[in-house]
């Protein structure tokens, strides 16, 4: 595999989290949120920049609701848009070439066989697995496809009409447990209590109005148009969507809880394991070997662990006891991170 660097994302670790409940009943897609079926669902968080506050606040605005039943994970997206355009029409077209809508799911946490989700206004998808990481060495399975799914867009103005009213546009997704559970702890849907993480992001693009339409504006220093904003859900600190350990988490719930989610130990205990992956990755790009001493990894941080860290010429795993020391947490040089128990 290729041992490049990682960057270290520049961000505290504190991924949002969401409950997300059970369903009332089915839902008829039409785009549309302001309807029954979505009463009980809270909205997440405003999106904020990619990077969290090394960015200023994002100019539009973004949410989301999410639910759950024994068929399908719901998404509702609404995206505050006076600019409503798209241009195209072909599924597993890359999407984020457009104003677009963005899930991204990794059910067992931990970075290796996730799921991307893309639509624009069009209502136009493109949907794959990612194996791993790019930074991991991918790769992408395009030809993966949500069989099943259903979506809808609802255009509050005019799609492609710069001379209309445009207030925003709102997405619906219904994606098929029987897609998601390929990649699920034990092959299965959740059940109540458990997490999967999550997160959303909207690609934005800067527009103007050209020969009566929108075209995006062309930075003159380089002849083509200026880099995308990226508004996520829970942010980032690096402009990289493929970092699953930053992305949110969703909770399962009923009627009956949870609640409330508190960050469990073990979850800090992974993040640090995560933080010694990147370094031991930039230590072997900057010296041709990984380290062999924590002494050489852990920098200015405050760490919990006191981990052990095992290495070849090619290949390194680091392990850390769980917080109540019946299991140890691996994490190894392609960044697959795994629980073991203790015997």
Avoid at 33 to 53: H, M, N, R, S, Y
Avoid at 83 to 97: D, G, K, M, P
Avoid at 299 to 321: K, M, N
Wanted: some cysteine; proline content about 7%; overall charge negative.
């Amino acid at each position: 595999m290729n041992l490049s660097g990682v960057p270290e994302p520049k961000i505290e670790y504190a991924p949002k989290h969401y409950i997300c409940r059970r369903a009332a009943g089915p839902l008829e897609l039409d785009g549309r949120l302001d309807k029954p079926f979505w009463e009980t669902a809270a909205w997440t968080e405003e999106f904020v920049d990619i990077e969290g506050d090394l960015r200023p606040k994002p100019a539009k605005a973004t949410r989301v609701k999410m639910l759950w039943d024994d068929e399908y994970f719901y998404f509702g997206a609404e995206l505050i848009e006076d600019q409503i355009w798209a241009t195209l029409t072909e599924r597993e077209s890359v999407i984020f070439y457009d104003n677009d809508f963005e899930i991204f799911i990794d059910p067992d946490g931990d970075t290796h066989q996730y799921y991307e989700f893309e639509i624009n206004a069009l209502n136009t998808v493109w949907d794959l697995m990612l194996v791993q990481p790019y930074r991991d060495g991918g790769p992408p399975v395009n030809g993966w496809d949500i069989r099943g799914l259903k979506t809808a867009v609802h255009i509050d103005g005019e799609l492609n009409n710069p001379e209309a009213d445009n207030r925003k546009w709102s997405v619906e997704v219904a994606i098929p447990w029987n897609i998601l559970k390929e990649c699920a702890p034990a092959g299965r849907m959740p059940v109540k209590g458990e997490f999967w993480r999550v997160n959303f992001s909207r690609v934005e693009w800067q527009a103007e109005v050209r020969n009566g339409k929108y075209e995006k504006v062309i930075n003159p220093e380089t002849g083509k148009p200026y880099l995308e904003d990226n508004w996520v859900w829970s942010p980032m600190g690096i402009i990289n969507m493929h970092y699953p350990e930053l992305w949110g988490y969703v909770v399962f719930a009923d009627a009956d809880g949870p609640d409330s989610f508190e960050l469990p130990r073990d979850e800090r205990i992974k993040w640090e394991l995560r933080k010694l992956y990147y370094r031991q990755r930039n230590h072997f790009e900057a010296r041709g070997e990984f380290a062999k001493e924590m002494e050489h990894l852990k920098g200015d941080d405050a760490w919990s662990i006191e981990p052990v860290i095992e290495t070849t010429r090619s290949l390194f795993q680091i392990t850390a006891p769980s917080a109540d020391g019946t299991a140890v947490y691996c994490i190894r040089q392609d960044g697959k991170l795994w629980k073991e128990e203790r015997k």
